[in-house]
């Protein structure tokens, strides 16, 4: 995983959308995950896409909010994040696994280096 982009400054109830770009191998061979970490606290997967079964995760707070997409022709991953709330606001990383979903962290292999994504209230 190459780049990333998308990140920015956002009022609350607006949207954005993260771009996960792979370069030098092929993303839908691996699962993969957008992470974020807000300050002082850990980072905390918020969706994974399954590349074995096509099964999409989410976690409670962004789900109904935020979509995950593949686009296997340009290698590229989306986080399509709607309705952002203040509580959103952190540095998003992706990362690709080649074992599961929700594998420990130790098992994504390669990250992102992180955008940050600022919601105001």
């Not at 957008?34 to 980072?43: I, L, N």
């Not at 789900?63 to 590229?76: P, Q, V, Y």
């Not at 594998?103 to 105001?120: E, F, H, N, R």
């Amino acid at each position: 995983v190459q780049l990333q982009a998308g990140g920015g400054l956002v009022h609350a109830g607006g949207s954005l959308r993260l771009s996960c770009v792979a370069s030098g191998f092929t993303l839908d061979a691996y699962h993969v995950a957008w992470f974020r970490q807000a300050p002082g606290k850990e980072r905390q997967q918020i969706s994974c896409s399954d590349s074995i079964y096509g099964r999409i995760y989410y976690t409670d707070s962004v789900k109904g909010r935020f979509t995950i997409h593949r686009d296997n022709a340009k290698n590229t991953v989306y986080l399509q994040m709607n309705s952002l709330k203040s509580e959103d606001t952190a540095i998003y990383h992706c990362a690709r696994t080649a074992y599961a979903c929700h594998a420990p962290l130790i098992d994504y292999d390669l990250w992102g280096k992180g955008t940050q994504v600022t919601v105001s209230s």
